[in-house]
């Protein structure tokens, strides 16, 4: 990966799963708490280092590309799995198990 961390491109994809599912740069931008043109900049970054457009951007309207569906189908599970391997190494300090009176 070039000069760019891993948590750079985890941003990046994080950054176009909240695209596909707010459905505009400005919705992703209002979901993840930064501005529109660093949802901008994200999705270019991850467009060139994969070296495919995966969304037709015009001023209106947003079109994912059939790349970009399935891409973005593929990331929202890895990431759902990465989600939930925090989720439960969080929760491994607390009780867990049958209890047994």
């Known amino acids: 990966m070039e000069n760019r961390s891993r948590i750079e491109s985890l941003d990046e994809l994080r950054t176009y799963v909240a695209i596909i599912g707010a459905g505009s740069l400005a919705g992703a931008a209002a979901t993840l708490g930064v501005t529109p043109n660093a949802v901008s900049r994200r999705l270019g970054l991850l467009e060139e ?4 457009r995966l969304i037709h951007r ?23 799995e990465l989600d939930e391997a925090e989720r439960e190494i969080a929760g491994a300090d607390g009780l867990n198990g049958t209890l047994r009176v």
Do not use: M, N, S, W
Not at 49 to 52: F, I, K, T
Not at 60 to 80: N, P
């Open 49 to 52: 280092r994969l070296g495919r």
């Open 58 to 80: 015009t001023t209106r309207r947003l079109a994912v590309t059939d790349e970009g569906q399935r891409f973005h189908d593929r990331c929202r599970r890895a990431l759902d």
